[in-house]
């Protein structure tokens, strides 16, 4: 679930980036000229890293924003009709976007108009003329906007298949156990602990994607959350391109942030933007971070980098000797606002009470 509610619910090196973000025209031949603007479309390269000590023994870690959607399949207007749906312009093909046959959700909707423009949240399934999805959003829609009518798209969610390949093509190490392959973390804020995934390339139960919990069920159809990001652990030597093709997330995003722990906020954009601009900090801890005089009282925003195998921590200092404002546990008097959120990274958000929020991210670059 990515839907924005009250829920109980790393740095890493580019070695290339090309953003095609021309927005395409096509105009209709007729009497009636239309012009149709699509999304920007391309693809960034991202890069899994390789240890320095092959075998399994020092393991390389290195956290990966995915920082672009799939394509949208579906878009138009919705508006609310009850509990957990979602009734849209568009005609639809009964159970198109169901369920996988082995309980993943295939897709997701986001709203894209609106004061809460950038609600994204797991489509259950369909009608052919509604979606239902997985949390009840009719009061977030409805909110600010008593027409209760928004504009949406629906996109697949990435998956261990799109992202590395159903048959790993992109080539991590694949072995018979989880502890002699390369590693796929996928965090989960609500239970507070990794799902650990890895290609098996041989034993008993198949080969194919699977997880440390089962070696027998295919993990193929395992959603990667393009708002959460993952953490790939590599034990062999060599750097691997990951190169994702895909859309250009526009708009605001908003990324519901848990209470009392951790969340693994991935970069959607394929751009950075500054702890300062990042609408992480508000002034009330309701909506953002707590801020407070010292890393240890506020909250925390930790950024992975790989070359040191270690985080850099930052916090929001509200009070206290060599200034207020973005700071690092390295120093608590340089400013620390322009240090970035860069393209391809996660922000793991450390929050200290118990309230949740929703960071409202906005984008970062003008197509």
């Known amino acids: 679930m990515r839907a924005m509610k009250t829920q109980a619910g790393y740095y890493k090196g580019i070695l290339a980036i090309v953003m095609l973000v021309g927005m395409a025209t096509l105009t209709a031949i007729n009497t009636n000229a239309q012009t149709i603007t ?42 609310t009709n009850g509990a957990n749906t979602l009734t849209v312009s568009n005609a639809l093909t009964a159970g198109q976007y169901n369920f996988t046959a ?41 909110s600010n906007n008593p027409s209760g009518q928004v504009t949406y798209k629906i996109y697949p969610h990435w998956t ?36 650990t995934y890895y290609f098996k390339t ?5 080969t194919g994607w699977r997880s440390t919990a089962s070696a027998t069920i295919n993990q193929s159809n395992a959603v990667l959350y393009v708002d959460q990001g993952i953490v790939i652990g590599r034990k062999t030597t060599g750097n691997l391109p990951i190169q994702l093709v895909g859309g250009v997330k526009l708009g605001q995003t908003i990324s519901p942030i848990v209470g009392n722990g ?4 991935g970069n959607v954009y394929p751009a950075g933007f500054s702890l300062g601009a990042s609408g992480l900090y508000t002034t009330n801890s309701a909506t953002g971070l707590v801020g407070a005089s010292t890393a240890g009282a506020a909250d925390n925003v930790l950024i992975w980098n790989p070359s040191t195998q270690g985080n850099a921590t930052y916090y929001f200092k509200t009070a206290g000797g060599g200034g207020t404002g973005w700071r690092s546990t390295a120093s608590a008097t340089v400013d620390a606002s ?30």
């Not at 951790?262 to 906020?265: D, I, P």
């Open 338 to 367: 322009t240090n970035q959120i860069v393209l391809g990274s996660i922000a793991v958000i450390q929050r200290k009470v118990a309230s949740p929020f929703n960071w409202f991210i906005q984008q970062p670059f003008t197509p």
């Open 38 to 79: 699509t999304d920007p479309v391309g693809y960034i390269t991202l890069t899994a890293q390789g240890t320095d000590a092959p075998g399994g023994g020092n393991p390389h870690y290195v956290y990966l924003g995915l920082g672009m959607t799939q394509l949208p399949v579906n878009r138009g207007l919705a508006i």
């Open 202 to 206: 041989s034993g008993g139960g198949g």
């Open 160 to 195: 261990l298949g799109t992202v590395f390949g159903p048959q790993n093509q992109v080539g991590l190490l694949g072995a018979s156990t989880a502890g002699a392959a390369d590693n796929v973390f996928v965090w989960n804020p609500n239970t507070q602990g990794n799902a």
């Open 262 to 265: 951790y969340t693994f906020a």
């Open 102 to 142: 082995d309980a993943h959700p295939a897709y997701f909707i986001e709203v894209t108009s609106g004061p809460l423009a950038g609600l994204l949240d797991d489509i259950v399934s369909n009608s052919t003329t509604a979606v239902f999805t997985s949390d009840d959003l009719s009061s977030f829609v409805t």
